[in-house]
Nanobody, 119 residues
């Protein structure tokens, strides 16, 4: 059974906004910090942001533009992306892990959703 499912990706012009959603299993959502990573062609997967029960953390490249939130009743985490730039183009992965913010690594991964930002 799929445990992390992303949605909300698509194409947008620079300066636009998108909201990604990640539906998680109750077990994963309740036992882990949640976060988002992204990977562009030819580049390494990079940390975008994470959310624990007490705090959030963001990569410098997205700070002030992206916001992570969660709906505990729905076991869902969101990534609101504003002021998008072409360099934000990547496959975005939802992720979960016990020390995701500290380590910027994850145990569980979604399959990814494509975000394309045109100049």
């Amino acid at each position: 059974q799929v445990q992390l499912v992303e949605s909300g990706g698509g194409s947008v012009q620079a300066g636009g906004s998108l909201r990604l959603s990640c539906a998680a299993s109750g077990r994963i959502f309740s036992s882990n910090s949640m976060g988002w990573f992204r990977q562009a062609p030819g580049k390494e997967r990079e940390f975008v942001g994470g959310l624990s029960w007490t705090r959030t953390s963001y990569a410098d490249s997205v700070k002030g533009r992206f916001t992570i939130s969660r709906d505990n009743a729905k076991n869902t985490v969101y990534l609101q992306m504003n002021s998008l730039k072409p360099e934000d183009t990547a496959v975005y992965f939802c992720a979960a892990g016990p020390s995701l913010i500290t380590t910027q690594k994850a145990t569980y991964w979604g399959q990814g959703t494509q975000v394309t930002v045109s100049s």
